[in-house]
T-cell receptor, first 115, second 115 residues
Framework: EAGVVQSPRYKIIEKKQPVAFWCNPI?????LYWYRQNLGQGPELLIR????????DSQLPKDRFSAERLKGVDSTLKIQPAELGDSAVYLC?????????????FGQGTRLTVV | GQNIDQPTEMTATEGAIVQINCTYQ??????LFWYQQHAGEAPTFLSY????GLEEKGRFSSFLSRSKGYSYLLLKELQMKDSASYLC????????????????FGSGTRLQVQP
């Protein structure tokens, strides 16, 4: 079974430029998460989707970040414009809603460097 | 909100036993997870506790005391490949509520296993 797939794996951009990340969750997983992980820190939630609905985006910096999950499967996370402080690993995860002990499965992440 | 504390770094010897502690303060509790994360890789699920007590899975065990807001991860017969960061994560919400929320992670404990 394929895991959570993210692309690109690495991205280097100049500040003020836009950038987008893509995530394909595990088939059948209706819950999708975007996390940001800074060096030496744990992942921090940016947004959570249940199917195509964003049910928790309270920590998403909406002035520059946006996300979508059309058709409740793949998702994209966009930053426009990027700032130096956005340099981090962006992790996508998915899980099955309704199973209380089910864990979230993480993708390999996209390492973003803003210069 | 949540506050999750765990030691930043630990060192142990190959073949030994190590215990990684995690304390948390949450407005609700609906499960505690431990993840392992090797450098540059995705977090992978290790264990889940929702009721008090010890959960054992091979060389890894996890303990939970909800009244104390405390958990630990026990690693036995340490191997060099166990060198990684160990992330404690808590899910808020009502106990066993299937309307689950995303996980909130601690900063992780970097474990170095020495020969």
């Amino acid at each position: 079974e394929a895991g959570v797939v993210q692309s690109p794996r690495y991205k280097i951009i100049e500040k003020k430029q836009p950038v987008a990340f893509w995530c394909n969750p595990i088939s059948g997983h209706n819950t999708l998460y975007w996390y940001r992980q800074n060096l030496g820190q744990g992942p921090e939630l940016l947004i959570r989707y249940e199917n195509e609905e964003a049910v928790d985006d309270s920590q998403l910096p909406k002035d520059r970040f946006s996300a979508e999950r059309l058709k409740g499967v793949d998702s994209t996370l966009k930053i426009q414009p990027a700032e130096l402080g956005d340099s981090a690993v962006y992790l996508c995860a998915s899980s099955i809603r309704g199973r209380e002990n089910t864990e979230a499965f993480f993708g390999q992440g996209t390492r973003l460097t803003v210069v | 909100g949540q506050n999750i504390d765990q030691p930043t770094e630990m060192t142990a010897t190959e073949g030994a036993i190590v215990q990684i502690n995690c304390t948390y303060q949450t407005s609700g509790f609906n499960g505690l997870f431990w993840y392992q994360q090797h450098a540059g890789e995705a977090p992978t699920f290790l264990s889940y506790n929702v009721l008090d007590g010890l959960e054992e899975k091979g060389r890894f065990s996890s303990f939970l005391s909800r009244s104390k807001g405390y958990s630990y991860l026990l690693l036995k017969e340490l191997q060099m490949k166990d060198s990684a960061s160990y992330l404690c994560a808590v899910r808020e919400g009502r106990l066993l509520d299937t309307g689950r929320r995303a996980l909130t992670f601690g900063s992780g404990t970097r474990l170095q296993v020495q020969p």
